[in-house]
């Protein structure tokens, strides 16, 4: 299939640790290859990623003959002339998904301000960010979450797409599809096939939620609970209204008709409505965030000495007031810290070093400051358990000054 060069966005590891915020349970559809590219279907092609210290590159790959609904699901259509138009606009995408215009290290620093225990872990886990994904595909990975553990939702994400989305293409001779539509998943008989395919009682689910969404909601339903000032990829922003302790109130309603779905509680709706809806204020609270509550914020005494509902919401009250309308991607920080998967790493290192230089009767003087970050190094399984060597990953800033020499 016909493949674009590698294009370059310049991004610091401060503001896009790809690798975590692509395995720390928001997404379940990315492929990391021995060369440490991240590829995954995604709106009508198939999109590879990978960074060094200084830039994010990436490269689409369109197919020939194919005709594939894009992601999010949309009636119009990509043809090959408009695919290799001078109009493509796969950088635009990038930015979006990985809401690039976000400057994460002002967010950092409002959130530090605001929370010691959030300054102190912080450091070590800077550049994640929130995805920008489809509604409907974070509604069904999440619903495939319940009980569940990453590599088996991946899994479970990638059968559902191979049996019924559209085949958008194959890198390195892997077969690479899209997510399915809710009137596909609502089809008779999908529920038992889900079944035998290992989905367990989320097949009923996926069918039902399929089936009201596609057949009992208007068509546009979910997405009309975005918020409006995170929109799809396209249209503007607009004001969401005021924020309160519990929450803007499109999100509170955004929440609200989420529970009406099968196979969505609190947690699994405060999910979809974080990282598919675009409400930043949403806080799922799961057993590592209730965890988290009980150490470092002082819950799990008194009237909150249980996970219930009014805990639930206290949870995520008390998070709001510490980071504002981003308190979701604030906690994301902290419940990606939290996971084992990600305890090994390390504290960023920080060196600067001045070298001078004589040249043509001139002095130059080179500063450099060199940023350091620890990582695992090339895990085959994600979350594996097992203990992995670290890689350093090295960003490096340069200010040259020139000055004659005195003679």
Known sequence: MPALQWQKISVSLA??????????GQSFRWRKSEEDVWSCALQGRILSLRRDSTHLHFKASFPENLRAPLTPPSSDIYSKDEIHSEDDDTKTLVHHYLDLDSNLTELYEQWSSADVNFKKKAPKFTGIRILKQDAWEALVGFICSSNNNIIRISQMME????????LIGYLDSKPYYDMPQPSTLAQPGVEVHLRQLGFGYRAKYLHQTALIVSQERECGWLDGLRNPESPILGRRPSNAGEMLPGGREGYRTAHEELLTLQGVGPKVADCVCLMGLGWGEAVPVDTHVWQIAQRDYKFGKGKHSSLTKATYDAVGDKFRSLWGKEAGWAHSVLFTADLRAFSERLSTKVKVETIEEENDNAVVTTTQVKTEILTPKSMKREFDEDQKPLTAITEVAA???KRRRKT
């Open 15 to 24: 503001e896009l640790c790809l690798d975590t915020t692509l395995r720390c």
């Open 159 to 166: 059968k559902l797409c191979a049996n019924y989305g559209p």
């Open 399 to 401: 200010r040259k000054v």
